[in-house]
T-cell receptor, first 116, second 111 residues
Framework: EAGVAQSPRYKIIEKRQSVAFWCNPI?????LYWYQQILGQGPKLLIQ????????DSQLPKDRFSAERLKGVDSTLKIQPAKLEDSAVYLC??????????????FGEGSRLTVL | QKEVEQNSGPLSVPEGAIASLNCTYS??????FFWYRQYSGKSPELIMS????GDKEDGRFTAQLNKASQYVSLLIRDSQPSDSATYLC???????????FGTGTQLKVEL
């Protein structure tokens, strides 16, 4: 079974530039998550989709971050304009159902963003 | 107060010893608790889940839950160098929809 696919793996940009990350979850997984993990910290949930609807985006900085999940499958996370503090690994994860049912999230390898 | 708190470590234990990792949480209504392992430069992977008070054993791993004290722990028996990683405690919060992670405890198992 193919895992969660993410791209790009690495991205370096200047502050105020824009960047987009792509995620393809495990086939059949209804729930998709984007987490931000800053070095030395635990993952922080940015946004959670159930199929193509948003379940939680309370910690998404909506002035600069946006995310969408087209047709309930692939998802894109965009940052525009980027700030220095956005340097982090952006982890995409998926699960069969809502987290409360299994708590088992399958993570992709992550996209490491460096903002200079 | 953070929703999920862990000591960042590092926690160093000799090979063969028992490693004890601790976690506290603030949401009294939380019912589901998880331990994820994250190797350096890799993504988190689930190793244990626990939902009821008491102990749950899986091989060398034992998860312990005390809801009255809002405390979760992970014991690793016969620690191996391959257990060296960051262990993330995660709790279902926000009424059951959100998985919130702690900052993680770095474990080092020394030869």
């Amino acid at each position: 079974e193919a895992g969660v696919a993410q791209s790009p793996r690495y991205k370096i940009i200047e502050k105020r530039q824009s960047v987009a990350f792509w995620c393809n979850p495990i086939s059949g997984h209804a729930t998709l998550y984007w987490y931000q993990q800053i070095l030395g910290q635990g993952p922080k949930l940015l946004i959670q989709f159930q199929n193509n609807g948003v379940v939680d985006d309370s910690q998404l900085p909506k002035d600069r971050f946006s995310a969408e999940r087209l047709k309930g499958v692939d998802s894109t996370l965009k940052i525009q304009p980027a700030k220095l503090e956005d340097s982090a690994v952006y982890l995409c994860a998926s699960s069969l159902r809502l987290a409360e049912n299994t708590g088992e999230l399958f993570f992709g390898e992550g996209s490491r963003l460096t903002v200079l | 107060q953070k929703e999920v708190e862990q000591n960042s470590g590092p926690l160093s234990v000799p090979e063969g010893a028992i490693a004890s990792l601790n976690c506290t949480y603030s949401d009294r209504v939380s019912q589901s608790f998880f331990w994820y392992r994250q190797y350096s430069g890799k993504s988190p992977e689930l190793i244990m889940s626990i939902y009821s008070n008491g102990d749950k054993e899986d091989g060398r791993f034992t998860a312990q839950l005390n809801k009255a004290s809002q405390y979760v722990s992970l014991l690793i028996r016969d620690s191996q160098p391959s257990d060296s990683a960051t262990y993330l405690c995660a709790v279902i919060t926000g009424g059951g929809n959100k998985l919130t992670f702690g900052t993680g405890t770095q474990l080092k198992v020394e030869l």
